[in-house]
């Protein structure tokens, strides 16, 4: 059975208007222009990894382009190529103008604004460190906002539509906007310290399980969803064929929203995160499959019969190659969230090449077609150059081979090393570094990779150039259609989802209900019950130096390569130490679990070294650690420290349950200096000279450095108690 969006108008009487071609051209045109800057941004950060001299300032360093990267690519190319696809396509599906040209030059120039200030902030170190929520406050307020006169202006052009039933891409695009919504509120409660910082009101285990609720989803509703939806309008459009089944929609629709939203403390097995929150993480990780390849198999099965052209067609190679992608990322997604794959895969390259199928096979591939698709028929034209968009098929195909596998092998071999034994029970590759160099060959490939993939989208850019220039472009698009019957009653022997089809508010509210369910279920209980955050008496804040250097540590993104979690594994305890407890982190807003160990797990560092070995790693990290890719930090030794905030810092701390005593900001500023001038002492013992020690930034790291795991000194059932 397919599904049609023929009128139920019985009126022969034609209305005349104008599709808004202008916002799809503007939200096309950016999105071509932001994924060539975050590719390029990409590819920069992979090319720093093999080379660290191209780490040149302190703006440029890893730590700070690999958020500008994936910030670029998720919010600036895909959140772009989301909006130029729901503008083109919601107007034709509902037979109706967007409902104010107003809003939508707001909404295009609100959130070219924001990706601006993202692009300002986030090289400048201004940032949460939360992944794919980086951006600061006031940042946030303004994505809410934008997000707000987007959803006011898609439900207004609903509620206007001449078409009484609503298609399926449009109930995806209403699961997104409610869902990211929800999400983005959720994942931003914080309190300011400044314009430019801000602690988030949850702390330690808490704070993780909401970052990944919002990380997770934000692949889910923001990368996924939206996509779908545009694969359902799009693809049976490039193809001129309906949907294969409008039941298997159906299913897929309800069943992805619903269960989506309870996956995302699978990106924390093993940690300290309480065994039933990971548990069902799994759980819904795994129940995920059968929905996304109901999905995934929809759209291929749409092109039954339409091989012949898909040979032939650009657009419908690259979709069919999106639509495969997504299989495959939903297909492993699920598996690696399995505790016994997610044990060799987690803080590995594994996850980085898995994430990039999704990105560079799913969502670029998709927005290419969709390219290609949208920009010949606005300028009333054709392509310039089909032999050129298939050139960029093969080439973007090639890219994202030389991309993933390499990254999966380098993963593999990671955790194969790592957790290997020699017969007489020590670690087989005791120094880190060993496990880094094994790797590199493989990165070079996965800077191959990236740089065919920018090749490809160069070649796309040139081309829509020339399919511009020879065309003319049409404003308003002329438009016919009868007006919407005025009784939404349905017709005898129709099929029952028909009814919340016709009623886009029940749609809303239920699509809203089917989210909330997973997300309170697993927030609220770690949220409201104390039990499940066991406190720790030896666990105290940190002085205010330590804070400092904690913030310092943060801007300059060293959680991008360093985790702060050490799992239960015995490969990880003789590596790194005692096995991490969520009472440890009561005290961290926000929490640095990491992602990703680039380099060693450092949540037992403090006192493994003398200070002067941290120093000398910060100005060269090669003279302590031969063979190591990380940059140098060396600014910190010469940056005097802004204790500016520090007061304000106290007090908010303070406001979220930090036990810091009633007036000790105006104290504070005395026990750093104390606490530097130690340190400062300390280093100039070791051989380090300067006169001025006490004042720069790399004391206050130093203090925060040596810091970590020291509360803890016996095994946990010497030393934690339940409040």
């Known amino acids: 059975m397919t599904q049609t969006t023929s009128s139920a108008a019985p009126s022969t009487t034609l209305e005349q208007f104008a599709y808004d071609n202008l916002s799809v051209k503007r939200f ?3 999105t071509a222009f932001w994924g060539l800057i975050g590719m390029t941004a990409g590819l920069l950060a992979a090319l720093q990894m093999i080379y660290p001299s191209l780490n040149f300032t302190a703006e440029t360093t890893f730590g700070r382009i690999r958020p500008l990267h994936t910030n670029a690519v998720i919010f600036a190319f895909v959140g ?21 040209d107003l809003f939508s030059a707001i909404h295009f120039y609100g959130w070219q604004a924001i990706i601006l200030a993202a692009a300002i902030t986030l090289p400048l170190g201004i940032t949460t460190s939360k992944e794919y929520a980086e951006l600061e406050w006031p940042i946030d307020i303004g994505i809410a906002l934008i997000w707000i006169v987007f959803g006011i202006n898609m439900f207004m052009t609903i509620m206007k539509r001449r078409e009484r039933h609503l298609y399926v891409a449009i109930w995806f695009f209403i699961a997104t906007w409610v869902t990211v919504t929800v999400l983005h509120v959720g ?6 310290v400044s314009l430019t910082k801000s602690y988030p009101v949850f702390a330690g285990v808490q704070d993780a399980l909401i970052q990944w609720w919002y990380g997770h989803n934000a692949v889910a509703f923001f990368l996924t969803t939206p996509y779908l939806g545009l694969m359902y309008y799009f693809l049976p459009k490039a193809a001129n064929r309906p949907v294969f089944s409008y039941r298997l929609s159906i299913i897929h629709f309800w069943a992805l929203i619903f269960i989506y939203i309870w996956a995302g403390p699978h990106h924390l097995l093993y940690t300290s995160l309480p065994d039933w929150a990971q548990s069902l993480g799994m759980v819904f990780s795994l129940m995920l499959i059968a929905p996304s390849w109901g999905g995934m198999l929809n759209g291929l099965l749409t092109l039954r019969g339409a091989w012949d052209k898909v040979r032939e067609d650009p657009v419908l190679k690259m979709m069919v190659v999106a639509v495969t992608a997504y299989g495959m990322a939903t297909l492993e997604g699920p598996l690696l969230s399995i505790k016994s794959v997610n044990a060799i895969s987690h803080y590995t390259d594994w996850t980085v090449g898995h994430v990039h199928i999704g990105t560079l096979g799913w969502n670029g591939m998709l927005t290419f077609g969709v390219l290609y698709y949208i920009i010949p028929r606005i300028f009333n034209t054709k392509l310039f150059s089909t032999k050129l968009a298939n050139a960029h098929f093969w080439i973007a195909t090639l890219g994202t081979l030389f991309y993933a596998v390499p990254l999966y092998v380098a993963g593999w071999t990671q955790s194969s090393m790592w957790k290997q034994f020699t017969p007489d029970g020590l670690l087989q590759y005791g120094n880190f570094l060993e496990t880094v160099s094994a790797i590199l060959p493989m990165y070079k490939l996965r800077a191959l990779g990236g740089t065919i993939y920018l090749i490809g989208v160069i070649l796309m850019i040139y081309n829509l150039i020339k399919t511009v220039k020879q065309g003319e472009f049409a404003n308003d698009e002329p438009a ?40 309170l279920a697993e927030v609220f209980p770690m949220v409201m019950v104390e039990d499940n955050v066991p406190k720790i008496a030896a666990v105290m804040p940190y002085t205010p130096l330590e804070l400092e250097g904690r913030d310092i540590y943060i801007r300059d993104g060293c959680n991008n390569c360093h985790s702060q979690m050490i799992r ?34 450092v949540h037992r560092l403090g006192g493994k070294y003398p200070d002067s070995w941290h120093y000398r790693h910060m100005e060269n990290p090669q003279s302590t650690s031969p063979g190591s890719i990380m940059p140098p930090y060396d600014w910190m030794l010469e940056k005097k420290l802004n204790t500016n905030q520090l007061a304000a810092k106290i007090n908010a701390l303070r406001m979220l349950g930090t036990p810091y005593a009633e007036g000790y900001e105006n104290e504070a500023i005395n026990d750093l200096r104390k606490q530097a001038a130690e340190i400062a002492a300390s280093l100039r013992d070791q051989g380090i000279e300067d006169e001025e020690l006490e004042e720069r930034e790399i004391v ?13 000194k016996t095994r946990p059932q010497a030393t934690s108690t339940k409040k």
């Open 700 to 712: 206050a790291l130093i203090a925060y450095l040596q810091r970590l795991g020291t509360d803890i």
């Open 480 to 519: 016919a259609a009868p007006p919407l019957a005025a009784s939404p009653g349905g017709h005898k022997g129709e099929y029952w989802h028909r009814w919340i089809e016709r009623r886009p508010v029940q749609l809303l509210v239920g699509s809203t209900i089917v989210v909330l369910i997973g997300g």
């Open 28 to 30: 096309a045109y950016a």
């Open 187 to 192: 994942n931003s409660l914080e309190l300011p």
């Open 80 to 100: 772009n190529g989301i909006f130029m696809g729901v503008y083109y396509s919601l107007q034709r599906l509902l037979k109706t103008r967007m409902w104010s």
């Open 568 to 601: 239960p594994f015995r490969s990880e305890t003789e590596r790194y130490g005692q096995y991490s407890m969520s009472g440890e982190f009561i005290y961290d807003r926000p929490h640095l679990w990491g992602s990703k160990r680039t380099g060693p797990d």
